[in-house]
């Protein structure tokens, strides 16, 4: 893992296989246990507290978004990470977490450090005002990590951002959305829904 020299086809395969629980529990060994770091600062408005995404729902994700090793993968409120580090181990694609709570950040970034991965990182900042400026972005991931005028400000980032790029937009436990760009594409899974920008597709 920490060459890059894994299969990543095949590292996806194997975790397939395995029933969730299985799964959760080797990403926890891998990446870290999912107890949230205390936060240094208040939430603002509009956003949550963390809590970890299921594993399984993140490997469908990439799975179905063919996410490759050539592209951009971005969680907005990404937490303690697991979700990037997923996206960065099973599909060699660049990985980034934009998180507010500057401990989280910290403690995401250790343990990417610690693993020594190449093209994972993770920024603080408020993701509804960072979006925008993720231009190179293929896929954009978000589990539930704000509503209101937060949401609001991402929906129209990515708005901008469909006309300019292919891209996919993930979203768990979160409310349908309308963006112009965007449509929505089939899931199997039901707290995650999946849009795809219209005006290139892959």
């Known amino acids: 893992m920490r060459r890059g020299e894994l299969d990543h086809a095949q590292l996806r395969a194997s975790l397939r296989a395995l029933p969730e629980a299985q799964l959760e ?22 956003s949550v507290p963390y809590l970890p995404c299921p594993a399984a729902t993140v490997l469908y994700a990439l799975e179905r978004t063919q996410v490759a090793a050539d592209q951009v993968f ?14 960065r181990l099973l599909t060699g694609a660049g990985a980034m977490g934009v998180e507010l709570q500057a401990d989280l950040v910290r403690e995401s970034q250790r343990r990417a ?11 603080e900042g408020d993701a509804s005002r960072l979006a925008e400026r993720l231009a190179l972005a293929s896929v954009f991931f978000m589990y539930c990590p704000f509503s209101g005028e937060p949401l609001r ?18 979203c768990v436990d979160m409310p349908r959305l309308q963006i112009e760009g965007f449509e ?16 290139r597709r892959g």
Do not use: N
Request: aromatic share 8%; glycine share 8%; net charge positive.
């Open 184 to 199: 929505s594409v089939h899931s199997e899974r039901p707290e995650l829904d999946l849009y795809r920008s219209r005006s």
């Open 113 to 123: 450090d610690a693993l020594e991965l190449p093209h994972l990182r993770f920024i």
């Open 74 to 87: 971005v969680d907005l409120g990404s937490g303690l990470g697991r979700v990037a580090f997923m996206a």
């Open 25 to 46: 529990a080797w990403v926890d060994a891998r990446w870290g246990p999912a107890e949230a770091a205390h936060p240094d600062a208040p939430l603002p408005r509009g």
């Open 153 to 170: 400000r991402v929906q129209a980032a990515l708005q901008g951002h469909a006309r300019r790029r292919q891209s996919w937009l993930c």
